[in-house]
């Protein structure tokens, strides 16, 4: 996984979620982060598309569970774009 | 298991009972008890409405209203669809937490002019969502008059929310310094005299003439022909009134609540919607003179002359905002809000969210009112 990549999604996930970015890591996930709810996994989702310039499609949504799966899946969409 | 999105049909039902019960079981806060979605694919709440419904496997996970309608935007004819009453598993079960991106994904696919109203007030997954969606959002301004200060005072749910608070509403209704504090700040004051008026028993072709004669005018409205307001307030439902006056109408409602979470047990009325040639801008017929607050005038007079304890009405354009202040009302909170989407907006274009003709007649209509 490209750093850059892992960074930018670690810094809109942080912004979303309202936590500081040093407290995610690629293992952070619903579980692990009490603020990242049903509403603010919508947000997320969102604000990547909007970053990033891509959708995801349904099951790409629902598929990811931490921010290195994010980030994994992020940079495989933009290496096929 | 993979979800599709399908039309409602009568053997979803028991699957939309369970639906519905799960999010009753699963939900908290003020929104809860509007998260059920409808137990019959035709509710007959509205013409024009189509019922979608998210399935998986033998279960409903979530679905969404479209109402098709007819809109003029400065006096071109469009359709558009009203997105009504979206609800998703996700807001009881994080698994299904990005149903509702495809819940409107799906509805933008059917008709991409698309407009949410309502939804609670800006906190709200809806519209936090919609504005991500870069949907343009405005929020409608909501009015009120107190006619009977002690009744408002015992009875205002909204703002009696805490023991302090109540102690002091109580005090100030018993003791009459509430109607005193409220007369001298002008909340209870008088209305000026309305001009000639008539309570009309249906809308028929003068109702016509009224939209012919003014949808030119208006940034946006939805479509309020005779044969369109028949629909949405017919002649044989007691509740609705039409107060016809200066080349325009208003229909009221005059409501006793009961128990209700923000007018308790006050006599409400509104004014739910209304229609009126706007005059031209700077002119005096676009002020205090003009059509609109002759229609509000005279709708405020009638609602006092039955013994209402409060007024209130949402309105979305300057001129009837402008004529409800002239008439005594003063703005509170609003959670109304209206959402346009992208396609939508663009079709509107540059024209200020001032100028759209939007109230509580639009979208899911007078209810809860």
């Known amino acids: 996984m490209k750093p850059a990549v892992f960074e930018q999604v670690r810094s809109i996930a942080a912004d979303v979620l309202e936590v500081e970015g040093r407290h995610l890591n690629a293992d952070s996930s619903p579980e692990t982060i009490e603020t990242w709810d049903s509403v603010r996994h919508l947000n997320l989702v969102l604000a990547l598309e909007e970053s990033f310039g891509f959708e995801f499609s349904p099951e790409e949504m629902d598929g990811v569970k931490s921010i290195g799966q994010i980030a994994a899946l992020v940079e495989s969409k933009a290496s096929r774009a | ?369």
């Open chain 2, 1 to 369: 298991m993979a979800l599709a999105i399908v039309p409602y049909l009568p053997g979803h039902a028991g699957a939309v009972k369970r639906f519905n019960q799960r999010l009753a079981v699963g939900s908290k806060g003020p929104a809860a008890e509007d998260w059920q979605f409808p137990e019959k694919p035709d509710p007959g709440w509205m013409p024009g409405m189509q019922l979608w419904l998210a399935v998986e496997g033998h279960e409903v996970r979530g679905g969404y209203i479209l109402r098709r309608q007819v809109f003029s935007v400065a006096g071109e004819t469009h359709t558009v669809a009203h997105y009504r009453l979206p609800l998703s598993e996700g807001l009881v079960n994080r698994a299904y937490a990005t149903l509702a991106i495809r819940l409107v994904r799906d509805a933008l696919e059917r008709e991409p002019r698309l407009y949410a109203l309502g939804m609670g007030g800006w906190d709200r997954p809806l519209p936090q969502m919609l504005k991500r969606m870069n949907w343009r959002m405005a929020a409608v301004p909501f009015y009120f008059k107190v006619l009977h200060a002690y009744r408002f005072l015992r009875h205002i749910r909204a703002v009696r929310s805490s023991l302090p608070r109540r102690v002091a509403f109580d005090a100030a209704a018993f003791s009459g310094i509430g109607w005193l504090a409220m007369k001298l700040a002008g909340v209870t004051r008088p209305t000026a005299a309305a001009g000639p008026m008539d309570i009309a028993a249906r809308f028929t072709g003068w109702a016509d003439a009224v939209w012919e004669g003014c949808r030119e005018q208006y940034g946006m409205a939805a479509w309020r022909d005779a044969t369109t307001l028949e629909q949405l307030y017919p002649a044989d439902n007691p509740r609705f009134l039409r107060v016809r006056t200066a080349g325009g109408w208003a229909l009221l409602l005059d409501t006793q609540m009961h128990g209700h979470k923000q007018f308790g047990h006050m006599r409400v009325g509104t004014i739910a919607d209304c229609l009126a040639p706007l005059g031209p801008e700077g002119t005096p017929e676009s002020g205090a003179e003009g059509a609109p607050a002759a229609v509000i005038r005279a709708a405020t007079r009638t609602l006092e002359d039955r013994g209402v304890d409060l007024i209130v009405s949402n309105q979305l354009h300057h001129t009837w905002c402008g004529a409800l202040e002239e008439a005594g009302f003063r703005q509170g909170p609003t959670n109304f809000l209206i959402a346009l989407s992208p396609a939508l907006a663009a079709l509107v274009g540059a024209r200020a969210d001032r100028e759209w003709h939007i109230n509580r007649g639009d979208g899911d209509g007078p209810i809860h009112l």
